[in-house]
């Protein structure tokens, strides 16, 4: 499955109705806030994170993904004991950058998705590590094996994710 080249004239533009664009990142930090209370091992997903992927590379416009992630991260943000704007600020990069990708190269792909999801993953835990560390002077530790192996639990999760979450894509 390779990832090719797309023209802008070849690019489709999903869009989602409001019940859809609203619930899912809502639904999706209740389950981010709360799953990983009762079952640890979920605490190594990040849903907000793949809801941002998922619409920035479905809508294919930097400005909606900007703005996509910043809201989905700020909301993350309020359920945390971390300082509000960490996620906002991670996610808002995600969401532009997944969203200028997405309207380049063939995202529809199992393939693409999980290299975009990769590679996006890793984007997203550098820049808020460096944001907590270093603009806000949190006591952070980086371990490679873990993040890689974050990364990937979330790619293989957005494969699916994605594939459920096409259902309610409608074309523009």
Same mark, same amino acid.
């Given at each position: ?6 023209? $802008?004239?070849?690019?489709?533009? @999903? ?26 091992? =979920? ?15 479905? +809508? +294919? $416009? ?7 992630? *910043?809201?989905?991260?700020? !909301? ?10 960490? @996620? ?7 969401? =532009?950058?997944? *969203?200028?990708?997405? #309207? +380049?190269?063939?995202?529809? $792909?199992?393939? #693409?998705?999980? !290299?975009?999801? !990769?590679?996006? @993953? ?9 944001? #907590? ?9 980086? *371990?490679?094996?873990?993040? &890689? ?11 699916? &994710?994605?594939?459920? &979450? ?7």
């Amino acid at each position: 499955m390779p990832i090719t080249y797309t023209s $802008n004239d070849q690019v489709e533009v @999903y869009r989602f109705g409001w019940p859809v664009a609203i619930g899912v990142p809502l639904v999706a930090i209740f389950f981010q806030a709360f799953l990983p209370l009762r079952f640890h091992f =979920f605490s190594t997903f990040d849903l907000p994170f793949l809801v941002t992927v998922f619409f920035a590379v479905a +809508r +294919r $416009n930097p400005a909606s993904g900007l703005f996509t992630g *910043s809201v989905i991260g700020l !909301l993350q943000d309020c359920l945390t004991h971390q300082p509000i704007g960490l @996620y906002g600020i991670a996610l808002t990069v995600v969401g =532009f950058g997944a *969203s200028s990708l997405g #309207a +380049r190269i063939d995202v529809e $792909n199992v393939g #693409a998705r999980f !290299l975009v999801t !990769l590679f996006f @993953y890793i984007v997203h835990e550098v820049v808020y590590f460096v944001v #907590a560390r270093g603009m806000v002077g949190l006591t952070l530790e980086w *371990s490679w094996p873990h993040e &890689l192996g974050s990364a990937l639990a979330n790619a293989l999760l957005a494969v699916a &994710l994605f594939a459920l &979450l096409d259902r309610f894509k409608r074309r523009t």
